[in-house]
């Protein structure tokens, strides 16, 4: 029967759980130093409080001072914290990980360094551990539209498992697969992570096509708001590519669920559309922020990351100043409280002739 | 001044009137033998029935016996007829255009031989002239998401023209560019028209994501359907790209406004979704069909064009089985009433291994 250990009780986290016991697996769901109300929830009433659902026979909840038992026999290991504990997740790895475990994780975003050099966060992750260990175990991650809630409830789900390694894929590819849970793998770990990270930044700007319309005090159901919403999405899918490419990763991974199928999901709704739609609707970021007050915003973090690491390739001229007007236009907003004014004859072309790239 | 002439007084392109009068041009809006009350009212009321607006000023209104009147004097003609009425237009403009003429062209579908072999509905509206005429006046084409009561209402709106010639297109871009209607050219006729039609048939589908979750009769915010739409509309991106590819447009007009950006927004509402929502929640396409009487449906009818020409390419030989099984599985709703039943195995990849096509 295959173990898997989960640091990290989240709510995706969770959710995998499902197929994975789905498929006859054994979950042992570790919490963070964060996650003392979860576990102890689960221990006493089998119901995860943030998912609102009892979680599945074959689940088995430890706190974190017993990461090490619950490590113990197991080869297969989910990093289920989200992007602002990875750091701290990849220091707990580094003294629980043996040679030969398999690491798969969720976390979406990516880190900058001061030069503005983007890194994906599989890699942050491992950067954590010695060396000689991180050379014999394997990393992979998960991607794609999933909403967790969905998951757990067997809702049909396509997702992405991507790393380096086509057999250690596979693998994790045959643990997850149900007859809900779709399952494909790809090794463009570079590419994957960019859609999964700025896509997180784009929805939060969807947010703006519902802020806008209420700040004109429209009600009337004919005259939604979609084609603004539209217009950032399809510029959203062009930078997304852009991004891509900018970090090494192949293009057509955009394509398909890792970047449009993903940014469509996540534009739908969550709390990043929530927050953009309070700033489209007029308030600053930061006031839109502090009616949130404990919400986790990945998206917002994830633009202040990445522009602050465009401004920088630009200060560098590793960048023209005229790429990526969304995710500047996203930036200043989130990191200077500017009033959504978007670009629009800035998109889809690079020359300003208004002719679209070909 | 500018003077435009309007073939057919449909909703998009009385909108359109908004922008081109808003420059400063004047319209002559001649409606089909189908537009009698809509002329009749505009004349009589100044509104637009289906549009439920005042007409800007600028635009006159004239009954399809008045055309040559209307043409008269004037070198800027749109055809604003949908997709069934491209032939009659066609057979219009065959009378009615002179040399030296721009036409620019709002249907949005394909059309088929018997062989399967896909023609753009720009070109078959222009295949009805004859070929002395055909050499002396210009085709274009208005695509990318717009929902019409938007663009008369003045909402940001983000759109290309399409067409051979350059210097036309951005002659039409002059006219109807303003500061909420923002135009892009593309050279890419053939990777446009594809998009513009094939996304109508990907957005019933997106309606199965709605229906599929009545069906279960779930009502629990947290457990919607968009993990499910999220992969229906990666694998439409991916198609659409593979579409384009097919029939010799540029894969990278479906990034942007012309593919993804049009999918979005005609995937968020409109009668097409509404009939994949009955269909998703369990009636025959048929049934369906028969709740929803006099509406036209052009995804549906695209369904059924480009189903039927896909499987005459796979018969004989020029397509494999496994390829456009989205698409495939849409036409076997449509035109054989077979109960919704998603193929997501198939999707993203041409060879079953799981694996992403790189």
């Not at 989200?82 to 994780?105: E, K, Y």
């Not at 859609?195 to 802020?211: D, E, V």
Request: net charge negative; aromatic share 6%; hydrophobic share 45%.
């Amino acid at each position: 029967m295959a173990t898997l250990v989960v640091l990290g009780a989240g709510i995706m986290a969770t959710a995998l759980a499902t197929p994975f016991t789905d498929n006859g697996g054994e979950v042992r769901l570790v919490g963070t130093h964060l996650d003392r109300a979860v576990i102890d929830s689960i221990r006493d009433t089998g119901v995860h409080p943030n998912l609102q659902l009892a979680v599945p026979d074959g689940v088995t909840a430890y706190q974190l001072e017993d990461a090490a038992a619950a490590f113990d026999g197991a080869d297969l290991v989910m990093s289920g914290v989200n992007s602002f504990g990875v750091d701290w997740a990849g220091g707990q790895l580094a003294g629980l990980l043996r040679p030969g475990m398999h690491v798969i994780a969720l976390a979406k975003g990516m880190q900058a360094d001061a030069d503005g050099n983007l890194t994906t966060l599989p890699r942050a992750l491992m950067a954590h551990l010695p060396d000689a260990l991180r050379a014999q175990v394997s990393i992979s991650a998960v991607a794609g539209p999933s909403i967790a809630g969905e998951v757990a409830v067997r809702r049909h789900t396509s997702v992405v498992f991507t790393g380096t390694d086509p057999d250690v894929l596979a693998m994790w590819r045959g643990l997850f697969e149900t007859d809900f849970y779709h399952v494909w793998t790809s090794t463009d770990l570079v590419g994957v992570e960019v859609c999964a990270a700025t896509k997180n930044c784009y929805a939060l700007g969807a947010g703006f096509m519902h802020g806008q319309l209420q700040a004109l005090g429209e009600s009337d159901p004919r005259y939604v708001n979609f084609n603004y919403g539209a217009a950032l999405f399809g510029q959203a899918s062009v930078e997304m590519t852009e991004f891509v490419e900018l970090l090494g990763g192949r293009p057509a991974t955009v394509l398909g669920l890792p970047g449009i199928g993903d940014c469509f999901v996540t534009s739908m709704g969550g709390r990043n559309v929530k927050v953009g739609t309070l700033v489209g609707a007029g308030m600053t970021f930061s006031e839109a922020r502090s009616r949130m007050p404990g919400v986790t915003l990945e998206g917002a973090a994830a633009i202040q990351v990445i522009g602050d690491a465009v401004r920088r390739l630009t200060e560098r001229g590793v960048l023209p100043p005229e790429r990526f007007p969304l995710l500047r236009h996203l930036h200043q907003v989130v990191a200077e409280d500017a009033a959504v004014d978007v670009p629009w004859k800035t998109f889809f072309g690079r020359d300003g002739s208004g002719q679209l790239s070909p």
